[in-house]
């Protein structure tokens, strides 16, 4: 904490496992013959390390502490915002560990409901499943003869032992494999091969999984069109129960509103993006109206992603930093009420066969390398689907965002209108008042005219003719709806829709390079939407909860839940070696018990254990007891004071033992941090290609932006370097908090236009002052004008990593200076 301010500078939380696994690690193997048959556990010297602070997590405790998702436009959660440095050392109860008077070691404490917790216990029971599955796959292997040399001396093992064991031992056998079972993973521990190896290797996996899940599948070129769609107002747009809201009209694309299922299915597995609903945008709130009037649209996110991720194809943003045009004003549109969306030209699975254009197009296609390249796709696998066989459609979907019509007892969605996008291609632009009908379906339905909507009657059976011809359907095999609609008085919006296509005779690697960007953009969107969807967990259970008071039970369930996946994950452990020194004691005792058993017939066991069994209850059943009030007294003295030895050092035997949550939050930032090294390995690749080809940049890299902050930890600096992405572009150098905000697209968090008395400035003696020797070589200043100040005179510090990048970023600048037009 701050001092100064009272303002939380970072947390490190410690955990009493997290300090257990880093004794374990810290020791290395630990397993002797002296630390298993030693009574007291292996004891830690007093160690000095360097913990990290981490900013932005809600808590220090729990579930909150381990996020690393963004927060906000500027702020990720988990950041590392200082050090700290610690001496450690554990001081041992000998009362846990006491072979005459053990204590029960405290049990781990309830936690409260959470959907978060039940999301995870479920997926560690997807993760015991996997475990499991993973068993059955390698016994697969072993009898499958991918590996002929494995598969026959498995052969020759089960043969024998099959002749040659005496069933009066068949006890033995499943001892022998827990035996066997236990020295692989044993050796596995040794060599370095335990839990965080899997973790971070699974942590690695799944980044890379990302990365190929969100790359275009495909090599064949897919042309962009470009869809300017307006909703202006509507009338008669009132709910059932006849109350007024304040209406907004959304604005989707559907790629396959029109599709079957088998269509889908097929399309998915080469554009998982087709299968999206993606959002165009947004009207403003009308008011408490039936008849509103949107005059201001505002684009959806992913919209605003998309243009941040297209600024030099010219195409959304209508600007281009290379053009001799005054780059201080932003363009926008005057007309504030449409939108602008980049459609692909739908594709379908190719029964043809491959040309040679396709081979060519294959040749000449740049694809990702190594593990990208998987399940790519080649061009004659695939063709295009005309424009005006498009099954896609622009959807309407017109909502109220008042409180009244939210609540559950009213439908907060008025109704749909749906464009066919083959009508758009064959027409060009549309412009009307469509009717409002219910939601997900499949009809478009159009008033005449605004005079003659009144007057002349219109049936569904009109609508759905133009829709089966548009989709392919004979009229014939739909049975018409002919119901009379009273046309003055159904809801309906007065909408207009542009449909222009690129002309693809001539296709540039700015063309290639942009269909691939919308392509990975819309397949990162779509995938992103199926991650974060809750569906029951996150609505219907705490409404549930609200509405009838069960919070208790939801809660009781959900500790039952996490109770029973810990025992599971502490038995799990205790035979892999997590654990060194207790899964030694384990090996000892069923390499014993295996001993026994091959020694001594099984029969002979269970007979034992039968005739102790009977033995007990009837000493219990027929002894005598006295059942004094002393006696009583005593007995209940006895038992808050005492525990039973044998039992107690069981339970506290199995407390040590880590679950597999436990390690993972303990290993949790260091799997974080070896993924996104990973996917930055991956993500390089695509950035230097988008950079180049679409971006045209003159420079990009990575640079330390001067930044004041309120915290000083120093009387002489009242700032600090801070890390950023930035490029130079036409006549603008704009930066990033981090690469991997500009590779999703995010807002940039400057920019500086080199118009008028712009370029390179020298250090000031304030600023030789403040820097450090070894620092002073390396900054640039730079100067210009602001993007967020209206173009207010800026002034910024960069330090640069070395001399030859802050050579080659001087040039930069002097080049995009010099060929401005003032």
Known sequence: VDATTDMAIGTKLLTTQGLLQWQRDSIGWGLSLSSLVNEEPITLQKLGVCMELRANVKTGFGIDFYNSSKI?????????????????????????????????????????????????????????????????????????????????????????????????????????????FMLHTGRMRKTGAGFRVRLLKKETDAKVKEMIGNAV??????????????VLRGRNLAPNHRIPGSLVASIFWEPLKFADECTKKAIKDIDPSSCGLHQIGETEGSGMTSSPEWLIAHPSDELERMKQLLPSKNFLSRTNSSLKIDILKEIKPLDTSTLTFPILQSISASTTNITDEDLEEDEEEEVLEDSTSVGIVTSGNIQLVPWESSKGAVVIQVRFADVLNKLPIFDQVLGEVVIPLARLAKEGSIEGWFKVLGKGTLRTEEEINDENSRKVPCTNKDATDILNRLVGVDSDEVVPDTTP????????????????????????????????????????????????????????????????????????????????????????????????????????????????????????????????????????????????????????????????????????????????????????????????????????????????????????????LKVKTSISFSSERQWEWRTIFCIIQGHRFIWWNSEKDFDEGENPSGQIYFAGHSGLAGLSPLELRELKPDEVPLVVNIFGRGASRGGEQTKIALLTPDLQTKERFEVSVLNAVLDKND
């Open 485 to 704: 609609i009273d046309v003055s008085k159904h809801p309906s919006i007065f909408l207009q829709a542009k449909l222009k296509v690129t002309n693809t005779s001539e296709i540039t690697d700015i063309d290639k390079e942009t269909s691939r960007v919308i392509a990975e953009h819309l397949i990162r969107s779509t995938k992103a939407k199926e991650d974060s969807g809750l569906g029951f967990l996150g609505t219907s259970i705490n409404t549930f909860n609200t509405v009838t008071g069960v919070r208790g039970n939801v809660q009781n369930l959900q500790n039952q839940l996490g109770s029973a996946l810990d025992m599971i994950e502490i038995v799990q452990n205790l035979f892999n070696f997590t654990c060194p020194e207790k899964s030694g004691i384990i090996l000892i005792a069923v390499t014993a018990l295996w001993l026994v058993l091959v020694l001594i017939p099984t029969r002979y066991i269970i007979l034992l254990g039968g005739l102790a069994q009977y033995t007990v209850t009837f000493k219990a059943a027929f002894s005598k007891h006295e059942s004094s009030a002393n006696d009583i007294r005593g007995q209940e003295s006895k038992e808050k004071d005492n525990y039973d030895p044998i039992s107690t050092r069981m339970i506290n035997f199995f407390t040590g033992v880590p679950t597999n949550e436990d390690l993972r939050r303990y290993y949790f930032w260091e799997a974080v941090k070896v993924g996104e090294v990973e996917r930055e390995i991956l993500a390089n690749k695509k950035r230097a290609t988008r950079l180049t080809k679409l971006w045209k940049a003159q420079w990009f890299g990575k640079l330390e």
């Open 217 to 230: 599948k495909y090599k064949k070129h897919r042309p962009v069109a470009e869809l300017e769609i307006a």
């Open 72 to 180: 906000s436009e500027n702020a990720k959660a988990g950041e590392i915002s200082g050090w700290m440095e610690l001496d450690v050392m554990f001081e041992e109860n000998p009362d846990l560990y006491s072979l005459s008077n053990p204590r029960p070691c405290p049990p781990r404490p309830t936690d409260d409901f959470n959907v978060e917790l039940i999301q995870l216990h479920i997926a560690r029971i997807t993760a015991i499943v996997e475990d499991i599955r993973s068993l059955i796959d390698a016994v697969s292997y072993i009898i499958s003869w991918k590996n002929p040399a494995l598969t026959s001396l498995s052969l020759l093992i089960f043969i024998t032992s099959c002749l040659r064991l005496n069933s009066e031992y068949i006890g033995s056998f499943p001892f022998a494999i827990v035996v066997i």
